[in-house]
């Protein structure tokens, strides 16, 4: 496929560069989209699984818009169509071409240039953001067919709540099925700490502030290098915060290429790096999307982002299957983060890290499949249980769910699970991006399987209320943990601090050790 270069005009007439051969799974993905009646529908597909060449074949009934939440991935679709193609950003206006790809920024603003019935098919790229007022301000004002969002974010618990827009996931495949299917390699994840702090950045549109970064991340250079001296097998792609950033990395590694987006001559950096003529190249947001690199032994993500998709896709330039390859050793370069959520490896799978703490956070590391249970295993601490309480609640009162006052523990997969005497427990899987979850064979909405459990606790447990009713354990939980309690605590955790527990405090930390919690 080559490397992109920006287009210097407005509008581009291209055809395909090569006849492409699609995979029997995008040949599914494309049929399931064509067999559906008018509406807006969801496909989640992995990266590196050939999303952009999916949408772009799917056959035109008419005039098609495409979406897309970052600058650089506006022009990278335009290659794969073979008609008009015209473009809505910065300068560039678009002038009736058959394919119109726009920057949601810039399009939200020029609405007036287009009638509400001009497209058949509006195709969402990145569509996790699709709730957003911006997007939601372009959905309002057009009336296509159909729409199709694109997503490779996993299953996560956190405000995007997407069944405001699409009604259904018509389309599935996860990192695991692409993996064990070859169509991907298999990751071996790290962590360097690096020495950072972030806890004084600020972020701006769901990331960290680039200036404020930059001078985050200064120093970072030889704790950088050194990451890779210790960890990188074979070729290896690091991906820095600026161009200074990377230019003080690559002085710290023999034989390093520094690669930005004014580099010329890219192609052949990357056919040399294929060779192993260059054993490392240090890049500033030019590999993120659209670039195909045959050979990436070791990806070292030293651009902190809190973003799903950007984190996806610095790792996606690694996942090509290769013969040299036997599977891709993926560095975090880690640090302090303060309240912000740093995307990691665990991120791949839709592992919540926050529960997690600090000191345990380099437990989390392995194969990738291997992350969710120990993941589990790291939380499963006194620190986290006590916290659990406002975890939980914040987390439902985000996604304007009703818990009904249920004592939930929240997993880092996104399980919900109530503890109750004898070892019995309630479970409701993670929601997916739609916010179903299916409950034995059937698939109900979330909050449905909130009330179904509610009621069952009702029915089956009210002699076991001061367990699982957040509100009756509040009541008496106010008081200094009483002796029992904190003897037993202190018989299985000696090292951890219970001066200062309350009642309910304490509880949450029984609850757990006795139902549910890790056996030492």
């Known amino acids: 496929m080559g490397d992109m270069?920006?287009?210097?005009?407005?509008?581009?007439?291209?055809?395909?560069?090569?006849?492409?051969?699609?995979?029997?799974?995008?040949?599914?993905?494309?049929?399931?989209?064509?067999?559906?009646?008018?509406?807006?529908?969801?496909?989640?597909?992995?990266?590196?699984?050939?999303?952009?060449?999916?949408?772009?074949?799917?056959?035109?009934?008419?005039?098609?818009l495409v979406l897309a939440h970052r600058e650089?991935?506006?022009?990278?679709?335009?290659?794969?169509?073979?008609?008009?193609?015209?473009?809505?950003?910065?300068?560039?206006?678009?002038?009736?071409?058959?394919?119109v790809i726009a920057s949601v920024q810039s399009l939200v603003n020029r609405l007036d240039r287009f009638s509400p019935d001009e497209f058949d098919r509006i195709i969402t790229d990145e569509c996790h953001h699709a709730s957003a007022a911006t997007y939601r301000k372009i959905y309002d004002y057009f009336h296509p067919r159909q729409h199709i969002g694109f997503t490779a974010t996993p299953n996560r618990g956190d405000k995007q709540r997407l069944d405001t827009v699409f009604s259904e996931i018509i389309f599935q495949r996860n990192l695991r099925w692409a993996?064990?299917?070859?169509?991907?390699?298999?990751?071996?994840?790290?962590?360097?700490?690096?020495?950072?702090?972030?806890?004084?950045?600020?972020?701006?549109?769901?990331?960290?502030?680039?200036?404020?970064?930059?001078?985050?991340?200064?120093?970072?250079?030889?704790?950088i290098a050194e990451a890779y001296r210790k960890y990188a097998k074979g070729a290896t792609l690091i991906f820095a915060v600026s161009?200074?950033?990377?230019?003080?990395?690559?002085?710290?590694?023999?034989?390093?290429?520094?690669?930005?987006?004014?580099?010329?001559?890219r192609a052949d950096i990357i056919q040399r790096f294929t060779n192993r003529e260059i054993p490392c190249i240090v890049n500033v947001m030019v590999?993120?999307?659209?670039?195909?690199?045959?050979?990436?032994?070791?990806?070292?993500?030293?651009?902190?982002?809190?973003?799903?998709?950007?984190?996806?896709?610095?790792?996606?330039?690694?996942?090509?299957?290769?013969?040299?390859?036997?599977?891709?050793?993926?560095?975090?370069?880690?640090?302090?983060?303060?309240?912000?959520?740093?995307?990691t490896a665990p991120s791949l799978l839709g592992i919540d890290m926050s529960n997690v703490p600090a000191k345990k956070a380099?437990?989390?590391?392995?194969?990738?499949?291997?992350l969710p249970e120990k993941a589990v295993m790291a939380s499963d601490t006194p620190e986290s249980w006590i916290r659990n309480i406002q975890i939980v609640d914040l987390w439902a009162k985000g996604m304007s769910y009703n818990l009904h006052g249920v004592n939930y523990f929240k997993m880092p997969d996104g399980r919900m699970v109530v503890s109750l005497p004898n070892n019995k427990r309630f479970t409701i899987p993670a929601p997916d991006k739609l916010g179903m979850v299916t409950l034995g064979a059937e698939k109900v909405p979330y909050q449905t399987a909130l009330d179904r459990v509610y009621k069952a606790l009702c029915d089956g447990f009210e002699s076991s209320r001061m367990i699982w009713d957040i509100d009756k354990a509040k009541a008496w939980g106010k008081k200094p943990a009483t002796e029992a309690q904190l003897k037993s605590i202190n018989r299985r955790y000696p090292d951890f601090d219970t001066t200062e527990l309350t009642r309910l405090q304490a509880s949450q930390i029984l609850n757990r050790m006795f139902n549910g919690g890790r056996k030492k």
């Not at 560039?92 to 071409?97: I, K, L, N, P």
């Not at 702090?197 to 030889?222: C, F, I, N, W």
């Not at 380099?362 to 291997?370: A, C, I, K, R, S």
Request: glycine share 10%; net charge negative.
């Open 243 to 265: 161009v200074n950033h990377a230019e003080e990395i690559a002085k710290k590694i023999p034989g390093a290429v520094v690669v930005t987006g004014k580099t010329k001559a």
């Open 362 to 370: 380099d437990e989390v590391q392995g194969p990738l499949f291997e």
């Open 5 to 64: 270069l920006p287009h210097k005009s407005h509008t581009s007439h291209i055809g395909k560069l090569t006849t492409m051969q699609l995979r029997d799974y995008q040949k599914e993905c494309i049929s399931i989209i064509e067999s559906k009646p008018p509406g807006s529908y969801l496909v989640q597909m992995p990266t590196g699984c050939g999303k952009t060449a999916t949408f772009t074949h799917i056959p035109r009934h008419g005039r098609v």
């Open 72 to 99: 650089e991935l506006v022009r990278q679709p335009a290659r794969y169509y073979d008609c008009s193609v015209g473009f809505e950003i910065a300068q560039d206006r678009s002038h009736g071409e058959e394919v």
């Open 287 to 343: 590999f993120t999307e659209g670039t195909d690199m045959p050979l990436v032994e070791t990806v070292i993500v030293a651009r902190p982002t809190q973003s799903d998709s950007l984190y996806s896709q610095m790792v996606g330039r690694g996942l090509r299957p290769h013969p040299d390859k036997e599977k891709l050793t993926l560095i975090d370069c880690v640090g302090v983060t303060g309240k912000a959520s740093l995307c």
């Open 179 to 223: 993996i064990e299917n070859g169509f991907l390699c298999d990751i071996y994840c790290l962590r360097a700490n690096i020495g950072y702090d972030l806890s004084a950045v600020h972020t701006r549109m769901g990331d960290y502030a680039p200036g404020e970064l930059e001078k985050a991340m200064d120093g970072t250079a030889d704790a």
